[in-house]
């Protein structure tokens, strides 16, 4: 069983930043490749950033690049986001997520265990 939870999150002015954890924990919890989420109100979830658990490859979605960054710490089982130059559209909840192994890291139905999210509100 592995857990996971966010933390970070919060009210920012446009323009501002903010860095999201994740802290996991339960067996082999720093073993995985592991993603950010965020799910706007009447909207579908949709993945901005991977990174692997080794060599610590990412990627992301195009609407962050440039502006978020991955990262992780494996010694403390945490992964983070950096947030920068943040928008009002970058509001909703952020969750993070540890990949299967299989298929798309775009596709939500490829991650197995999931936070419980944390709230980011970019007021303009």
């Known amino acids: 069983q592995v857990q996971l939870v966010e933390s970070g999150g919060g009210l920012v002015q446009a323009g501002g930043s903010l860095r999201l954890s994740c802290a996991a924990s339960g067996r082999t919890a720093s073993s995985y490749t592991m993603g950010w989420f965020r799910q706007a109100p009447g909207k579908e979830r949709k993945f901005l950033a991977r990174i692997s658990w080794s060599v610590g490859y990412t990627s992301y979605a195009d609407s962050v690049k440039g502006r978020f960054t991955i990262s992780r710490d494996n010694a403390k089982n945490t992964v983070y986001l950096q947030m920068n130059s943040l928008k009002p559209e970058d509001t909703a909840v952020y969750y993070c997520?540890?990949?299967?192994?299989?298929?798309?890291?775009?596709?939500?139905?490829?991650?197995?265990?999931w936070g419980q999210g944390t709230q980011v509100t970019v007021s303009s």
């Open positions: 997520a540890r990949w299967v192994y299989s298929g798309s890291y775009y596709d939500t139905g490829n991650y197995d265990y």
